[in-house]
């Protein structure tokens, strides 16, 4: 009798930690290549094999730094490296062009356990961006720097510079000369959107690739980064949500790590990033609730794209509005996924 009851008592308990998701998957890492009208239909398999490719090694990247107990902010920006070294992607490497036919990169990392950030806009040499932001971060007094002045921080903190025409991925520049053909005036966003088609803003070149990763280490530390060439076609010194910190990027070990992609303008002003975490410091709200409830918000004003969130458990959320988003996963025990459509 003692064992049946004891037998029984187990059954419960095992039944209600797997519905209390005691025992769910822990992810250790998530990541994305940005958001937008990404349709398998209009993907051939040599293409799509090269973006799974590139996310996997990229997470791989991640996974082994946090294994070898490196803390989350070396495993951000060694999965970020290898997608801005990628020309798939529109960050360092393929980032795509402005009006003027530059390539003007924003970026951001941030430190869940301190609040720390660093984030850098408008840069036209710095091999990898995101390291620049993590540079303003740990080897400044400030949170952002621009332009010029960031390129020459970065090379005075000893980053690899180069020659602007190294970021010229002739994909891009044929997606820029489409963009100014068929509207000299308006900017075309590198993701597509509803909105941007009714208000004559159309997304008619296709390009996705906006990056970003959110890392969770062993001793529970969470860390969170973006990095990207903004939208094709922008004009006058344009900077999106990624380099500001609570609309493209936030990380506190508190609630989560989040990183942003899509329409920028309606991320800064939604206040992306920071109001996910927002919610589920202050509401109590799981980091799935909070994702999806800020992800409507944007989608009601506008905006398109998607968010990555980790939360401090290992939970993870990636909700977008768009036909697609380039994202992975991680878990604890090294199971690396992969996904590109809804
Ligand atoms: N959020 C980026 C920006 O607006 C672009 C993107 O994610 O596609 O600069």
Known sequence: MKVKTFKTGLVILLTSACMSGVWAQ???????????????STMTPEKEKAYRAALSA?????????????????AVEAAIHVLEDSPLFNAGKGAVFTHDGRNEMDASIMNGKTLEAGAVAGVTTVRNPISAARAVMERSEHVMMVGQGAEKFAKEAGLTIVDPSYFRTEERWQGLQKAIKEDSTKSVLDHGSKKAVLLGIKNRDNKFGTVGAVALDKDGNLAAGTSTGGMTNKKYGRVGDAPIIGAGTYANNATAGISCTGWGEFYIRSVVAHDISALMEYRGLSVAEA??????????????GGVIALDRKGNVAMPFNTEGMYRGTVTDDGKI???IYK
Not at 58 to 74: E, H, I, N, V, W
């Open 291 to 304: 994702s999806k409830l800020v992800m409507d918000k944007v989608g009601k004003l506008g905006g398109d």
């Open 26 to 40: 822990k992810y250790v890492m998530v990541i994305h290549g940005g958001a937008g009208t990404i349709l398998k």
């Open 58 to 74: 990229a997470l791989q990247k991640g996974y082994t730094a946090l294994k070898a107990g490196k803390p989350s902010l070396d």
């Open 337 to 339: 996924s992969v996904e």
